[in-house]
T-cell receptor
């Protein structure tokens, strides 16, 4: 049973650049949520995608955008990177209205 | 602003003891609660979910929920050094069209051999 996968595992960018992170959900799951986790903090909800639509969004600026594909995989895009965007980016998948979310290994982004 | 509060720790317990981790939440309408374990440098791993008042047991783990007090706890019996990690409490926000989890900052547990 394939779990949630994310790529890349690590990424280094400079301020002002753009980045795309990718996520494939657990087999059988159709919903993908993205979280940002700064060092020493709990994960913060960015947004959730279901049926290729953004279903809910957290308190993140429009520089953060996403997409979900017909195969349920998802991308997180961040434009005009800031130093404060350095964090662990987590993708979590779930099935339909079920609430249990399972996390992937994360992508660690460093902005210099 | 819906909040989830946890003691940051570190909480140190000797091997074989019971570790007790606590969490309070502000969203009175919340119905779904989760505990995740996160090892250093890794992603959160689901331990348990709980939806009803009372206790729910799974192996060495027991989750306790008291909605009236807006309090969730996790007990780890016979603690092992491999239980040393940060434990995250997560609460699903209430309200129609709300799907997000709100996390606490986590409690760091250290089990001393």
């Amino acid at each position: 049973d394939a779990g949630v996968t994310q790529s890349p595992t690590h990424l280094i960018k400079t301020r002002g650049q753009q980045v795309t992170l990718r996520c494939s959900p657990k087999s059988g799951h159709d919903t993908v949520s993205w979280y940002q986790q700064a060092l020493g903090q709990g994960p913060q909800f960015i947004f959730q995608y279901y049926e290729e639509e953004e279903r809910q969004r957290g308190n993140f600026p429009d520089r953060f955008s996403g997409h979900q594909f017909p195969n349920y995989s998802s991308e997180l895009n961040v434009n005009a990177l800031l130093l404060g965007d350095s964090a662990l980016y987590l993708c979590a998948s779930s099935f339909g209205v079920r609430e249990t979310q399972y996390f992937g290994p994360g992508t660690r982004l460093l902005v210099l | 602003q819906k909040e989830v509060e946890q003691n940051s720790g570190p909480l140190s317990v000797p091997e074989g003891a019971i570790a007790s981790l606590n969490c309070t939440y502000s969203d009175r309408g919340s119905q779904s609660f989760f505990w995740y374990r996160q090892y250093s440098g890794k992603s959160p791993e689901l331990i348990m979910s709980i939806y009803s008042n009372g206790d729910k047991e799974d192996g060495r783990f027991t989750a306790q929920l008291n909605k009236a007090s807006q309090y969730v706890s996790l007990l780890i019996r016979d603690s092992q050094p491999s239980d040393s990690a940060t434990y995250l409490c997560a609460v699903k926000n209430s309200g129609a069209g709300s799907y997000q989890l709100t996390f606490g900052k986590g409690t760091k547990l250290s089990v001393i051999p």
